[in-house]
């Protein structure tokens, strides 16, 4: 499956955006799929996942109650609804994709395929 990252931006403080991430070439309720970021200087961090199928929903703790992990089976995009942002959600938000559940959604090498990364600033 090949992915592609969008709807990124620049944002003040206390917005709301949601980056989508359209897949092409397979379904994407095959797939385990992910949220990822990574701020400048930082490792990549895990955020959301929604399982294949079920459809679960699966959040680190720093974003639940703010981020909501959806997808489009229609549409085969993945989306991720942010509220309530901050200046240190600023970071390059990538998502990802994995055939097999093998035990976690957390680490970013189980994934096989990601997209581009879009951009997400948040500054007054």
């Known amino acids: 499956v090949q992915l592609q990252a969008f709807g990124g931006g620049l944002v003040q403080p206390g917005s709301s955006l949601r980056p989508s991430c359209a897949a092409s070439?397979?379904?994407?309720?095959?797939?385990?799929m992910g949220w990822f970021r990574r701020g400048l200087g930082k490792e990549r961090e895990f955020l959301s996942a929604?399982?294949?199928?079920?459809?679960?929903?699966y959040y680190t703790d720093g974003v639940k109650g703010r981020f909501t992990i959806s997808r489009d089976n229609a549409k085969n995009t993945l989306y991720l609804q942010m509220n309530s942002l901050t200046p240190e959600d600023t970071a390059i938000y990538y998502c990802?994709?994995?055939?097999?559940?093998?035990?976690?959604?957390?680490?970013?090498?189980?994934?096989?395929?990601w997209g581009q990364g879009t951009q997400v600033t948040v500054s007054s």
């Open positions: 929604i399982s294949a199928s079920r459809g679960n929903r």
């Open positions: 990802a994709a994995k055939l097999y559940y093998d035990g976690t959604y957390y680490n970013p090498r189980a994934y096989d395929n």
């Open positions: 070439g397979r379904t994407i309720s095959d797939y385990h």
